[in-house]
C-alpha cells in the first residue's frame, strides 16, 4: 500500500490541486466537476477504497462478521440466532459469510480482515489447514473460531463435544436395556465422522459391551442414505434393539424404514440423533437426540469476540461447550404403532396459481 | 453537517496543522504521535464516521443489508438462503438485520442507508405504516421490500398469495371428497390472518360449500396454540373431515390432538398446513402444505436489487410469487396409524457432560 496511489498522484491524474483532492476526500464543499474529475481520478487508481479502509483502520466500523460453512445447515443457523442478538445489543452490525465449507473461501475471509471492513470475525470452518492458520497469525482484527483448532493455535475456540455426546446416548440406551446397540455414523474421513466413532467404542467399552464391527454401518449424513444404511444393517443385522444415528438426518431416515418393516419404535428398536435440530421435535414419534449446543456456542463466541473488542488483553480461551441429552419418544416412548409408509414416501407436487 | 467538524476544528482541536489532518484522515504516513492527537479530537468532534461516510457516498461499499423481523423463523431463513448466495455471486457482502418486527427497527434501518454503510437493502417488513413510507420515500439507496405495500409505493416489491395457497389447499381437499373443512387461521388483526381467512371464504364459495362460522377456529401462530385450538374444534364439531391449518405448526398441532384422540389422518380427518417448512416433511404423517414461494421471494428480490446496483432506471416493478401446494400424506395418504402419544408429550432433558 506504500507504492499505492497518493493525494498527489490523484491531483495528477486528475489535473486539480493537492488541497482540491483532499477537501473532496474530506467531503468538505467543493465545486461538483471537482469533484466528479477526483472520484474518477481516484477511481481509476484505485484509491479511494485503501483511503477509506485506511481511515477505518484505526476507527470502528461498529461491524462484526459471521462465516459459516453453509447457510442452509441448521446447526449454524441455530448459531446465528445467538450471535445476532448478542451483537445487535452491543452495537454491531452483523456481516454474513458463507464460504460453503471452501478452505480457499474462508481464508480469502480471514485476509479480507485487512480491510477493516469489521472490527472482528466469528468463523466456523469445516476444518482448520495450515493456511488457516499461517493466515490466522496474521489476521488484522480479533478472530474467534467455532470448531476445533490444533492444541497451541493463538485464537479464542468455541468447540462442541460430540464425543461425549454420543457416550451420553449410549449410556441412555444401555439404562434402558438395550444390548444391541448399533451406529449409523457418517463418514469416518470427516471431524464429526471420526469424533462420533471413537466416541461409540468408547461408550461400549464404558458399559462393558462388546464392539462388533458387524453394527455399524456408514452412510452420508442425509435422510436417503440414512434410509439406505439403515436397512441394509437390518438386512443384516435383525436382532439390533438401538439405533444410535450420527445426526437428526440420518435417525429421520431411520424412521421410515423401521416404520415400512413394521418395527415399533422404541419397543423394538430405539432411536437417537444427534444435533436437537428442530425437525427432533417435528418427527413422530419424536426424536431423542444429543444437542451439541449450537446456540451456546454461538452465544460464548459473540461473546468473547465481544470481550476483545472492550480492549480486553488476556490469553486466547478455549471453551468447551458440553452436549446433552434431550430425551423424546424414540427411545423412551411407548405404544407407538409401527404400521403405515414412510413419511417422504408420498411427496408430488401439486401445481401452483 | 455543513456546520458539523472540518479538518480546520480538528486541526483547532488536536493543536496539530491543517496539513497533519490532511495526511492522518487520508492514511498517509503519519508520527503515531500525531495520528493519536489527530484521532482523538476527530473523535471527540464526531467528525471522521462523517468523512467516512462522505467518503463512502459516492463509491460502492460493495454490501447490500438484508433486514428480517426475526432470524428464528424459517420462512425469513428460507429467503435468506436464496438471497446470500445471490449477492455473493455478484461481489456483494450480506449484512444481516432482524427488526424483531418492531416497526421502530425497521425505520431506523431505512434511515441509517443515510450513512451509506450499503448499496442496497432487502426489507421484510411485518406490515409497512405511513412511517415507512415516509421513511421509504426517502431512502439514500434503492430498497427492494419483500411483503405487501400499498399501491403505488415507488419500491421494488416481491409479494406472496396466500389468499390463492388457501384455495389451493381447499380445492384438493374438494376434490379428495371431503365437504366439512374447518379453518384453523391465525390471529384475523394481522396480515397473514386476514389474507387467509379471506381466502378460505373465497374458496368454498368457488367449490359450492356453505361458509360455517363453527368451522373457524382462531389460533396463535404456534404449535402449542394449533393443539388447544383444534382440541376446542373437535369437541364442538367432531363430524369435521379436513383441516385447514395457517401455518405448518399449527398443522403439526392438529397432528398432535388428532392422533391422541384416536383420529386416523388423513382417513378421518385430512390436514394441510401453509409455508412448507422443512417441519412439513419431517412429520408423521408427513404434512401436505402451501408452499408460499420464501426461498422464490428472497431470491427474486435479490435479482431486482442487483438490477438496480447496475444502474438500472426503470419503474418500481411488483412481483407477485404465486403459492405452490406440496401434496404428502396427511391429506393423499392412507393406512396411517393414529394410535400413541403426542409429539411433544414426553419431552424430558437429560443432563450434559
Request: charged share 25%.
Amino acid at each position: 500500500m506504500a507504492d499505492g496511489p497518493t493525494i498527489n498522484t490523484i491531483a495528477a491524474r486528475a489535473g486539480v490541486s493537492i488541497a482540491s483532492v483532499s477537501r473532496v476526500l474530506n467531503g468538505l464543499p467543493t465545486r461538483q466537476e471537482t469533484v466528479r474529475k477526483v472520484m474518477a481520478a481516484a477511481d481509476e487508481l484505485g484509491y479511494v477504497r485503501n483511503a477509506v479502509a485506511r481511515s477505518l483502520k484505526s476507527r470502528r466500523t461498529h461491524q462484526v462478521a459471521f462465516a459459516m460453512a453453509d447457510v442452509g445447515n441448521p446447526a449454524y443457523l441455530a448459531m446465528l440466532r445467538e450471535i445476532q442478538p448478542v451483537l445487535k445489543a452491543a452495537g454491531y452490525r452483523l456481516v454474513l459469510h458463507s464460504t460453503d465449507a471452501v478452505a480457499a473461501d474462508e481464508i480469502d475471509v480471514l485476509r479480507s480482515l485487512g480491510e477493516r471492513y469489521v472490527d472482528g470475525l466469528i468463523m466456523s470452518p469445516l476444518r482448520v489447514t495450515d493456511a488457516h492458520l499461517e493466515t490466522l497469525a496474521a489476521a488484522r482484527a480479533p478472530v474467534v473460531i467455532i470448531g476445533q483448532v490444533p492444541e497451541g493455535t493463538p485464537v479464542d475456540n468455541v468447540r462442541a463435544d460430540s464425543r461425549t455426546g454420543v457416550r451420553l446416548a449410549i449410556d441412555h440406551l444401555y439404562a434402558l436395556g438395550r444390548r444391541r446397540v448399533a451406529m449409523v455414523n457418517g463418514p469416518l474421513d470427516t471431524v464429526p465422522g471420526a469424533a462420533r466413532g471413537a466416541g461409540y467404542r468408547e461408550a461400549l467399552e464404558a458399559v462393558g459391551l462388546p464392539y462388533d464391527e458387524d453394527l455399524v454401518q456408514i452412510a452420508d449424513f442425509y435422510r436417503p442414505e440414512g434410509r439406505r444404511a439403515v436397512a441394509e444393517l437390518l438386512a443384516r443385522r435383525p436382532d439390533v434393539d438401538a439405533l444410535m444415528c450420527a445426526n437428526d438426518l440420518i435417525a429421520l431416515g431411520a424412521l421410515d424404514v423401521l416404520r415400512d418393516a413394521g418395527r415399533r419404535v422404541p419397543e423394538d428398536v430405539a432411536v437417537a440423533g444427534m444435533d436437537d435440530t428442530d425437525l427432533a421435535a417435528a418427527s413422530w414419534p419424536s426424536l431423542t437426540s444429543v444437542s451439541l449446543g449450537s446456540a451456546e456456542r454461538g452465544r460464548v463466541a459473540a461473546e468473547l469476540l465481544l470481550e476483545r473488542l472492550n480492549g480486553g488483553e488476556r490469553e486466547p480461551r478455549r471453551v468447551t461447550v458440553p452436549p446433552r441429552l434431550v430425551v423424546r419418544a424414540s427411545t423412551a416412548g411407548e405404544g407407538h404403532c409401527a404400521e403405515g409408509r414412510s413419511a417422504e414416501g408420498r411427496h408430488a407436487e401439486g401445481s401452483g396459481a
